[in-house]
């Protein structure tokens, strides 16, 4: 069983909650020169932090009085219906399959300004519905409506939905978890994304120690706002 909080909502003084505001605002000054509204969260591996980074930093944008969707597009080991303690029998799997409207099946949360659309039920053929048309059109329409869009996202080394994903959003934040991802791993992430024309905005290294102060649990990040 994973134990997630949402360090953000949960204890918004701890430097975890600082760390999340920081990148938060590092995001909006990688806003002013181009519209980076729909933004992708991936990582070379499994575990590194994603969905955790994707939930927290929502929170904090929407602390900040945004209106933000979380679109769960990990359609092989979602998570936010988890986080968010939400009903996932219908989603984003579903909105893909059946072209209903998204909408119907945007759920709030606790935070106010806060949606998700959680994944749905798993589905046969992730990458083909995550390449879709109707899937552009999902995240065209929800820019329309959100001012923020984060999308989670399974990792690049093992499957190709990332890459098909990063070409349709602003933005690419890849997250790193400190000393577990093996550095030529999150070089071939960058590459691989880089490849197909995704523009990484950022990363974030999660995980990481800070024992002098009895922290275990620290974001770092590093939005350059540039390639
Ligand atoms: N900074 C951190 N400190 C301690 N534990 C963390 C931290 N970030 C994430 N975790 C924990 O690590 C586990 C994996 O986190 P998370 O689900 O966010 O990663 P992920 O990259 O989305 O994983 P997956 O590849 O399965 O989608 C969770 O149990 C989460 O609570
Ligand atoms: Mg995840």
């Not at 591996?45 to 602390?63: D, H, I, P, Y």
Request: hydrophobic fraction near 40%.
């Amino acid at each position: 069983m994973r134990d997630y909080t949402i360090v953000t909502s949960a204890n918004p003084k701890s430097p975890v909650s600082e760390a999340f505001r920081i990148l938060r605002t590092n995001i909006q000054f990688a806003n002013v020169d181009q519209v980076m509204k729909k933004l992708l969260f991936t990582s070379a591996g499994v575990n590194e932090g994603k969905s955790s980074t994707v939930a927290n930093l929502a929170a904090a944008m929407a602390q900040a009085n945004k209106n933000v969707l979380i679109i769960d597009a990990d359609l092989r080991k979602p998570s936010q219906h988890k986080i968010f303690g939400l009903d996932n029998a219908s989603g984003l799997s579903i909105t893909l399959i059946e072209d209903v409207p998204f909408m119907k099946y945007v759920q709030k949360t606790e935070q106010i300004g806060l949606d998700v659309l959680t994944s749905g039920p798993i589905p046969p053929n992730p990458a083909e519905l995550l390449g879709s048309k109707r899937m552009k059109q999902v995240l065209m329409l929800s820019a329309e409506i959100y001012d923020m869009v984060l999308v989670d996202s399974p990792p690049t080394i093992a499957v190709t939905d990332s890459s098909i994903l990063a070409q349709t959003v602003n933005g690419v934040v890849l997250v790193l978890a400190s000393g577990e991802v093996n550095k030529e791993f999150a070089l071939q992430a960058k590459e691989r994304l880089e490849k197909v024309g995704a523009k990484i905005i950022g990363t974030v290294l999660n995980k990481v120690e800070m024992k002098s102060k009895g922290y275990n649990y620290y974001y770092h990040y590093d939005i350059e706002g540039k390639n």
